[in-house]
């Protein structure tokens, strides 16, 4: 079972890029890596995901080194209405592993 | 489209009373997934399903039951509901296991 860790919580200002970095040193062979955000009083919603090397869409990129012990959400030039708790989510049920979900990383941007 | 429905958004119990959330999607999605989210915590998994009739295990399933009859239902069963229950449950659903989760808006339960 893949443990997540994440940084509880991170400030940044407007305009600024933001770096969060989940820990999974026992990720599987089959297990991809996915995060998400969540907004107070709602559910999470799907930012990004990625199995190795780099991903990058509309709104992030996700880094994901060769050992895949880590992954890094990344936020290009945040604004107010990301502040947000940012999870990332490891695992493959049809693979046989299990879904564990990271703590979570509160993520405060400042005018 | 409403996307993933849960009902009802709010519960109280007392302990021992039983309950069942309900969860719908309309996008015929084959996984649903059934999380409880504490506070300081993340999701953890409770019970999930890989198509109708199917059910099995996650992370946390001790003192809830699921059933999938239909495609586009979920129901999470609390047969004597515990003060260690009060959480936050989510329903989620996603087209095949790799793919996106697409969240509810959670239902909030308190146990007294």
């Known amino acids: 079972l893949a443990k997540t860790t994440q940084p509880i919580s991170m400030d940044s200002y407007e305009g600024q890029e933001v770096n969060i970095t989940c820990s999974h040193n026992?990720?599987?062979?089959?297990?991809?890596i996915t995060w998400y955000q969540q907004f107070p009083s709602q559910g999470p919603r799907f930012i990004i995901q990625g199995y190795k090397t780099k991903v990058t869409n509309e709104v992030a990129s996700l880094f994901i080194p060769a050992d895949r012990k880590s992954s890094t959400l990344s936020l290009p030039r945040v604004s107010l209405s990301d502040t947000a708790v940012y999870y990332c989510?490891?695992?493959?049920?049809?693979?046989?592993?299990?879904?564990?979900f990271g703590g979570g990383t509160r993520v405060l941007v400042k005018p | 489209n409403a996307g993933v429905t849960q009902t009802p958004k709010f519960r109280v119990l007392k302990t021992g009373q039983s309950m069942t959330l309900l969860c719908a999607q309309d996008m015929n999605h084959e996984y649903m997934y059934w999380y409880r989210q504490d506070p300081g915590m993340g999701l953890r998994l409770i019970h999930y399903s890989v198509g109708e009739g199917t059910t099995a295990k996650g992370e946390v399933p001790d003192g809830y039951n699921v059933s999938r009859l239909k495609k586009q239902n979920f129901l999470l069963g609390l047969e004597s509901a515990a003060p260690s229950q009060t959480s936050v449950y989510f329903c989620?659903?996603?087209?095949?296991?790799?793919?996106?989760?697409?969240f509810g808006p959670g239902t909030r339960l308190t146990v007294l």
């Open positions: 989510l490891v695992g493959a049920l049809a693979a046989g592993n299990k879904l564990t």
């Open positions: 026992n990720i599987a062979t089959n297990d991809y």
């Open positions: 989620a659903s996603s087209y095949l296991d790799e793919n996106e989760q697409f």
